[in-house]
């Protein structure tokens, strides 16, 4: 999908907040009926009036209207480079000196900071600030792509290297030689090339919790383009940097650092580097930057954390049998999803699309019940983690409230197991069967990532029902979506949304992950029920 950025607007439609159109799509190319059949009008340029669409082949009709006695003038070059006292010798040996004993350094508009790792921010960084405000208006009329996966979700140019334009050409020339050298004479490392994009994040945007950590990457780099209306932090956007807990793992947001136009971040990529983009608050805002990495030949060796889930988790391997319990079906379930008729009618849909929504699946007193339980305060919640995988809080299944022990027995009971053998034609109904869930509250800011969990180990079929998602349109984000992992680009197979008593049945052969919930829904928070059986 490719947009193109208007200055009046820089917020992406999102459906659930706004329905008017809010990008301007590349029209196709126009031909010109005069021209041969093989010339062509490429659009986005912006041309003098004197010039005519036409061209000055002499089979070309019009050639009469384009010919002009003026003289084109010969095009300079354009010249940029960094603030000047930045590259002084003296000052380069200052900086090195704090950064080889990692100890905090702030002169001249340059902070070195080292908790909870080392990051440079740099203020003033190009010498000619008004060549930025140039450089932004180029940026105005370049395609973005949409970069949307369980990660993050923003917009994103092509590199660099493959861009046009005057001032695109010299910032990257820039970036390449002499703030390559300049990073390297302060870091030590033997830096040999970059690569580098123009990041747009706009309301509701997001980068999660990552380390940067991908073949011959050494230093992270930002410089950022922000327009003159300025940006607060309660604007969000701000690159937050995470401390790690005992066993190496990202725990706390402990340092924010809010967008600034002119001002150029690096960072080394270690083990330590976990960072994230906070969602971008507001639909005037964007923010829009140049980033990417300085890379080394040798490409460094790390050593990720060692993580093992929870034997609680949803992503162990804590299976529980299906036990025979004093519950009946129809005191809970609706009594059309017990009919034979509608039974082989779900077993036919899974069938061909290995998944279905059943709505209104449970009795309204039943849902309503359970619902009022979860909402009192007989419940303890813990929160999960680590963030680089996920966050959102899961109930403790020990003493819990009487109403959500039956709730829990109803699917764990072999009258369920027999139930789901009927929909799907799995073999639940047979000794091997198990199964495991969790039940989990969703606040704004939460999210699953895929993790490394063996989503091949073993195919499973998912059962997933919400409570207390209020009206459609109230969440924002937390879908939760299927993908195949071989793919380099996440497209979904199956997507489900929110929406209250609704059980969704997914048989999966692929991953999951739950998008992240949105700082601007109107929802609060709900609860999401989540069941994996296996024959």
């Given amino acids: 999908m490719n947009y193109e950025l208007t200055e009046e607007v820089v917020c992406k439609q999102k459906s659930e907040i706004m329905d008017t159109e809010r990008y301007q799509v590349h029209l196709d190319d126009e031909q010109c009926d005069i021209w041969d059949n093989d010339c062509t009008i490429l659009t986005g340029f912006k041309l003098p009036k004197m010039l005519i669409g036409c061209h000055l082949m002499p089979t070309c009709s019009n050639i009469s209207l384009c010919i002009s006695e003026d003289i084109p003038e010969k095009r300079k070059k354009v010249s940029i480079s960094l603030r000047s006292n930045l590259s002084l010798s ?122 940067d950590q991908r073949e011959d990457r050494m230093v992270a780099f930002i410089l950022y383009l922000m327009d003159e209306t300025g940006w607060q932090k309660n604007n969000g956007g701000c690159l937050q940097l995470l401390n790690k807990d005992s066993d190496g793992q990202p725990s706390d947001i402990v340092y924010d650092i809010a967008p600034s136009n002119n001002q150029f971040i690096f960072f080394p990529v270690t083990n330590e580097s976990y960072h994230q983009v906070g969602e971008i608050v507001g ?91 979860l909402e009192s305060t007989g419940i303890v919640w813990e929160k999960m983690g680590p ?57 704004p800011g939460s999210y699953a990532l895929l993790t490394d969990y063996d989503w091949k180990k073993r195919n499973e079929l998912d059962l997933i029902m919400y409570f207390g998602c209020g009206k459609r349109g109230d969440i924002v984000g937390a879908s939760t979506q299927y993908v195949a992992t071989e793919d380099e680009v996440q497209q979904a197979l199956v997507t489900i949304e929110p929406e209250d008593n609704s059980l969704n049945i997914v048989y999966r052969d692929s991953a999951r992950f739950t998008k992240y919930f949105s700082l601007q829904s109107r929802c609060r928070y709900f609860y999401l029920f989540i069941c994996s059986y296996v024959e």
């Fill in 90 to 211: 003296s000052f380069v040996q200052s900086i090195q000196k704090f950064w080889n004993k990692n100890s905090n350094f702030s002169d001249n508009g340059f902070e070195i900071i080292c908790y909870p790792f080392k990051v440079c921010v740099v203020k003033n960084f190009i010498e000619n600030g008004k060549f930025l405000d140039k450089l932004r208006q180029d940026i105005y009329d370049l395609k973005f792509h949409l970069r949307t996966m369980d990660l993050y979700e923003f917009f994103q140019s092509r590199d660099l290297q493959y861009l046009s334009g005057d001032r695109i050409t010299a910032i990257y020339d820039l970036l390449r030689k002499d703030v390559l050298n300049w990073v390297s004479s302060i870091t030590g490392y033997n830096l040999s090339h970059i690569s580098a994009t123009i990041s747009l994040y706009t309301n509701t945007d997001y980068l999660l919790v990552h380390d």
């Fill in 283 to 373: 639909m005037d805002k964007y923010r829009l930057s140049i980033n990417g990495w300085f890379h080394i030949k040798k490409p460094p060796i790390f050593s990720a954390p060692s993580y093992k889930p929870s034997n609680k988790s949803l992503y162990s391997d804590n299976y529980f049998n299906a036990k025979t319990v004093d519950i009946e079906l129809e005191s809970w379930i609706n009594d059309e999803y017990l009919e034979y008729k509608v039974i082989r009618s779900v077993q036919s849909y899974i069938e061909e699309t290995s998944q279905v929504s059943l709505k209104q699946f449970l009795k309204d007193e039943s849902f309503t019940e359970i619902l009022t339980t």
């Fill in 387 to 443: 963030p680089n995988r996920l966050l959102y809080e899961t109930a403790q299944l020990e003493n819990v409230p009487y109403v959500l022990e039956q709730f829990f027995n109803l699917f764990q009971s072999t009258a369920m197991f027999q139930l789901l053998h009927d929909y799907t034609d799995l073999d639940l109904d047979k000794a091997g069967a198990s199964m495991k869930y969790e039940l989990q509250k969703w606040t």
